[in-house]
């Protein structure tokens, strides 16, 4: 049986993925569930920020489950 490419490398298996990545090969990098990239503002962060500083309530919970923003 062959070993592990990263194994047979010398590799840990992050590292050896992370190198694949780089070099163009594998699945890309996806962030998002829904693959758009793109970069909240400022304001839109400190918003996000102070939304969840006591962590997450059971009425976050709720609005995440019926899709709300």
Do not use: C, D, H
Not at 22 to 51: A, F, T
Not at 55 to 63: K, M, N, Y
Request: proline share 3%; hydrophobic share 30%.
């Amino acid at each position: 049986m062959a070993k592990a490419p990263w194994i047979e490398l010398g590799l840990s298996k992050t590292k050896y993925y992370a190198i694949r990545r780089k070099q163009g090969l594998g699945r890309p990098l996806m962030l998002r569930y829904s693959g758009l990239k793109y970069e909240n503002s400022k304001e839109r962060l400190q918003e996000i920020k102070e939304k969840y500083k006591n962590g997450v309530t059971e009425e976050i919970l709720q609005e995440f489950i019926k899709g709300g923003r």
